[in-house]
């Protein structure tokens, strides 16, 4: 994830979308598939406003199921914690 990280630019919204195996608590293997709406505090207003409002539209035409917003780099590099909690 520390790749995806790196690629990412300071101030520009993205959506990523995320299929990341994973082993829960439980042992029971998984790989979510989610949508990450990475969201950089110092992004332009207007940018901002163009990416909100095409959150449902990307989550709907990718079919995730889950949103998940990251604000930083080290949120993206974290996901795996993200990805535990949310099953």
């Known amino acids: 994830m520390e790749d995806v990280a ?3 630019p300071e101030s520009s ?4 979308l ?6 829960l608590a ?3 293997p998984t790989v979510p598939y989610v ?6 505090e110092n992004c332009n207003p207007n940018q901002r406003m163009m990416y909100a409002g095409a959150v449902e539209l990307m989550r709907n035409t990718a079919e995730v199921n889950r949103v998940i ?3 930083e780099e ?14």
């Open 18 to 23: 995320l299929s990341y195996p994973l082993t």
């Open 35 to 40: 949508m990450l709406y990475y969201l950089p």
């Open 13 to 16: 919204p993205r959506f990523i």
């Open 6 to 8: 790196d690629e990412l």
């Open 26 to 28: 439980s042992g029971r």
């Open 69 to 71: 917003e990251v604000y």
């Open 74 to 87: 080290d949120d993206i590099i974290s996901i795996e914690s993200k990805l535990q909690s949310a099953d």
